[in-house]
C-alpha cells in the first residue's frame, strides 16, 4: 500500500513561473488536503477537499488553486509563483472527519521560489 | 494569532526517563487534539489523539493529558528510546469542522542513548 504519494520531491521555480504539485492516495480516501510547513509556524492549511468534486479554502489559500476531479488526485497548483512561497507542501488525506479519522501525510515536495 | 502553540522548540532527555511535550491553545472551540511525530524528509505520522470529554488517553509508552481549564496539554513518553528523536507537533481542531487542523509549531525531541 503506497498510501499518500507527492511528486516531486523537490523543485525550483523562478519568481513567475507556475507549476502544479501533485498528490495521490490509494486508501480510498474522501477528505484529502494540502499543508505547508514553515520554520518556525507549524503547518498551515492551504485547501481542502470533503469529496470529488468538492474543494474549500483553508487558512493560507491565496496564490493556490486546486481541483478534485477524482476520489485518489488532488493537485495544487501555483499560478504565479513567489518567493513567499518557498516551502515544503505535504498533501493528506483521511477516511472521514474527526476523531477517529487521523490524517495520512505524504512526504512532501520541498520548493524553492528564486 | 497563534492558536495553538508549543513554547519549547527542543527537549533532550536520556534514555528510559521519560520525555514531557507541552502544547498550549487559545481558542476553547477546540474539542479534538492530536500529536504527531515527524522523522526528517518524511511527512507527518500520527501518534495519539484525544477528545475533549476525557482528560487523558494512553496508547503504549505514550500518555496524552488534557487540561480544559488550562487549555493545556501534554505529551509522555515513558520510557524514551533513541528512536522516538523527532518533531513533534501538537494539532487541535472544532470536532464538527473535520480534519482541519491547526500546528504548533513543533518541539524537536532528541533522547540520547
Known amino acids: ?114 | 494569532d497563534q492558536q495553538v502553540k508549543q513554547n519549547s522548540p527542543s527537549l533532550s532527555v536520556q534514555e528510559g526517563r521519560i520525555s514531557i511535550l507541552n502544547c498550549d491553545y487559545t481558542n476553547s472551540m477546540f474539542d479534538y487534539f492530536l500529536w504527531y511525530k515527524k522523522y526528517p524528509a518524511e511527512g507527518p505520522t500520527f501518534l495519539i489523539s484525544i477528545s475533549s470529554i476525557k482528560d487523558k488517553n494512553e496508547d503504549g509508552r505514550f500518555t496524552v493529558f488534557l487540561n480544559k481549564s488550562a487549555k493545556h496539554l501534554s505529551l509522555h513518553i515513558v520510557p524514551s528510546q533513541p528512536g522516538d528523536s523527532a518533531v513533534y507537533f501538537c494539532a487541535a481542531s472544532v470536532e464538527t469542522s473535520g480534519s482541519r487542523l491547526t500546528f504548533g509549531e513543533g518541539t524537536q525531541l532528541t533522547v540520547n542513548p
Open chain 1, 1 to 114: 500500500n503506497a498510501g499518500v504519494t507527492q511528486t516531486p520531491k523537490f523543485q525550483v521555480l523562478k519568481t513567475g513561473q507556475s507549476m502544479t504539485l501533485q498528490c495521490a492516495q490509494d486508501m480510498n480516501h474522501e477528505y484529502m488536503s494540502w499543508y505547508r510547513q514553515d520554520p518556525g509556524m507549524g503547518l498551515r492549511l492551504i485547501h481542502y477537499s470533503v469529496g470529488a468534486g468538492i474543494t474549500d479554502q483553508g487558512e493560507v489559500p491565496n496564490g493556490y488553486n486546486v481541483s478534485r476531479s477524482t476520489t485518489e488526485d488532488f493537485p495544487l497548483r501555483l499560478l504565479s509563483a513567489a518567493p513567499s512561497q518557498t516551502s515544503v507542501y505535504f498533501c493528506a488525506s483521511s477516511r472521514g472527519q474527526g476523531i477517529n479519522s487521523p490524517l495520512h501525510f505524504g512526504n512532501g515536495t520541498r520548493l524553492t521560489v528564486t
